[in-house]
């Protein structure tokens, strides 16, 4: 219901919002114990649009996820969610913009599936909560488990019933710390395809990938990043390539055309040669 | 804690709060009348009716015994007892730990010393005179233990925790040393005192610490919803609007209030604030809406049944009422440290 109508008025929006910003970032720098993690990048993304973030371990995806979501301050440069900077934004403000979905959250004490779903409503819980708590549920699948606590459950579980609170935030922006990374294939596609379903919505996600074949059939734009430093970015076709994938993973790694109707497949290359 | 199904097996709150609040009465009138001088129900029901003030053709001995030293008692024991045990969820809540306790802080190190440099410097004949240190040394230490663990402007928790753990030794050796230099006559106070006890109350105790503590409960229920959101962990937990820093300063400052102003009063008694919340959580789930209210209420009923023990057991002498916790609880917390190490760890 609530859905229908959200869709609804995104669908109504699509013309401008498609060229609103909803995040940007310029020339952010972050240097940790005197070692440079983000060196002058800058990006940006839009009101229905999945942005990859992908790049080798220690590249520096998730500190651009966390300076992004606001929680790391950059020694230089800026964040802007729409006309204002990040750090002018107060917690509660903060919350119903983004939401953030890190790579494992431990809940401590044994709260219920339901309850660490109403968790994303944030500190002021009001009658109309429930209706989001629902349909997060629903929409990922954990309904069923709602009397569960979520200590017990599997991690591929547990990473569902975050994703569902992240949903239940109900933001405009989404982040996501490797949202795959723990799903067997075909929940990953299933959550893919959600993704997809959220950013058709009008919704922008930014997610970090370690799987370089779901950035390359999921995502609008890909950023490439190595050392810190932003190498590439674009539309997924173009910049995963075996050239560049090669040199940046300093393994040789093709890039194979499988059928007409899907996209290419990454693949690495036997070690041998 | 979690039961191996991982299927919820909660009770109904409302059960809880009657179970509670009927446990509570029965427990209060039995150590209304039990004691050195016993008081009949019909009496007491009486001499409740008489009001304080003696009208000369009464029972005096059951008038004086009730209104002077029972009720006071009594009242104190339900008091500190909430105290601890709303102190003991609000920091668990905060550290997302259930083995943190008032002490952990040092509140419980920080009073003692305040208490024990009140006793040496003569200041016990001067009423409230040890209250009064007691609360101010119990503030302080939690401020310090806060300020010291600040790292980059964030509190990590083991690093609290272990500041808590150094500032306690402190006090330890700073109260030896006050020991050291006391006579005879100050150590059998500061032995008294350290080791807890309800003997010595006045209702001008029960004035000071009964508007502390209901300031401290009000207090802390504002927070009962930033608590179950902490429990996401830090990031998780600002990530949907939580203020982290600002909230754990506040709920510090809280919990200051309640454990320093309850262990002023009796002295140290230790381990009611983390026995009476892990019991609730298991009945009834770890929601803080929930848990606030009913450890106040389990906390003053096990404050008030440790009292009426200890007072009784070895009749006519009495057993200090921190020695008796301490004999209970500490067993208890070995016991859910081990629970905790082999079962999914939540050090987090």
Not at chain 1, 118 to 145: S, Y
Not at chain 1, 158 to 170: E, F, G, K, P, Y
Not at chain 1, 182 to 211: C, P, S, Y
Not at chain 2, 164 to 183: E, T
């Amino acid at each position: 219901m609530v859905v229908a109508q959200d869709a609804h008025k995104r669908k109504y929006l699509d013309v401008n919002i498609n060229l609103n910003t909803v995040i940007k970032c310029a020339n952010v720098s972050v240097i940790r114990s005197g070692k440079q993690i983000l060196c002058d990048v800058s990006m940006h993304a839009n009101a229905g649009e999945l942005v990859a973030i992908l790049g080798p371990n220690g590249a520096g995806k998730s500190t651009l996820l966390g300076v992004l979501a606001g929680d790391l301050k950059p020694e230089s440069g800026s964040v802007h969610f729409g006309e204002r900077t990040v750090a002018e934004i107060s917690h509660r403000d903060l919350a119903k913009l983004r939401a953030v979905l890190p790579q494992r959250v431990t809940v401590s004490f044994p709260y219920s599936v339901e309850e660490v779903v109403e968790m994303g409503r944030g500190p002021n819980l009001g009658n109309g909560d429930q209706e989001f708590i629902e349909t997060a549920m629903k929409r990922l699948d954990v309904a069923e488990m709602r009397q569960r606590l979520y200590r017990s459950l599997s991690v591929g579980e547990q990473a569902r019933v975050s994703m569902a609170r992240i949903l239940a935030q109900d933001t405009q922006l989404l982040l996501l710390d490797e949202p795959t990374a723990v799903l067997d294939i075909g929940q990953q596609e299933k959550l893919m395809g959600l993704v997809r379903t959220l950013v058709d919505e009008g919704r922008t996600v930014i997610a970090v990938f370690h799987d370089l074949n779901v950035a390359m059939s999921f995502a609008d734009r890909v950023i490439l990043l190595q050392d810190g430093k932003q190498v590439a970015s674009g539309a997924p076709r173009e910049i995963l390539t075996a050239e560049t994938l090669s040199k940046i993973y300093e393994h040789k790694i093709d890039v194979i055309k499988v059928s007409d109707d899907t996209g290419p497949v990454v693949m690495p290359s036997p070690r041998n040669r | 804690m979690s039961n191996t199904a991982g299927e919820l097996r909660r009770l109904n709150p409302k059960t809880v709060a009657v179970v509670l609040v009927i446990g509570l009465i029965v427990v209060m009138i039995n150590a209304l009348s039990t004691g050195a001088y016993t008081i009949q129900f019909s009496e007491l029901i009486k001499v409740i009716f008489e009001g304080p003030t003696n009208s000369g053709d009464t029972n005096s001995v059951s008038h004086a015994v009730f209104w002077n030293v029972r009720l006071p008692r009594v009242a104190l024991a339900m008091i500190v007892g909430a105290s601890l045990a709303v102190a003991g969820v609000v920091m668990q809540g905060v550290f997302r730990n259930p083995l943190a306790e008032p002490a952990t802080v040092g509140v419980s190190g920080g009073a003692a010393v305040g208490a024990v440099i009140a006793i040496t410097l003569g200041l016990s004949k001067i009423t409230l005179g040890v209250q009064v240190f007691a609360f101010i040394g119990g503030t302080l230490a939690t401020a310090v233990v806060y300020g010291l663990s600040r790292v980059d402007g964030k509190t990590d928790v083991v690093t609290l925790i272990l500041t808590g753990i150094a500032i306690n030794a402190l006090s330890g050796a700073l109260i030896g040393l006050a020991v050291f230099v006391a006579d005879d006559d100050q150590i059998r106070t500061v032995t008294f005192w350290s080791l807890g006890s309800l003997g010595l109350v006045t209702w001008r105790t029960v004035a000071v610490v009964l508007p502390l503590a209901i300031v401290g409960i009000a207090l802390s229920t504002r927070y009962s919803r930033t608590l179950d959101l902490m429990a996401l962990g830090d990031r998780s937990a600002a990530h949907v609007g939580v203020p982290v820093e600002r909230v754990r300063l506040q709920t510090i400052a809280v919990v200051g209030l309640l454990a320093s102003s309850a262990v002023a009063a009796t002295g140290i008694i230790a381990f009611v604030g983390l026995i009476v919340p892990h019991i609730l959580r298991l009945v009834l789930g770890p929601k803080h809406r929930d848990l606030l209210w009913s450890s106040a209420l389990l906390g003053a009923i096990v404050t008030l049944l440790a009292d009426l023990a200890a007072r009784t057991i070895l009749s006519p002498a009495e057993l200090p009422l921190g020695v008796l916790t301490a004999l209970i609880g500490a067993p208890f917390f070995l016991w859910l440290l081990r629970k905790m190490r082999t079962s999914e760890s939540t050090w987090t």
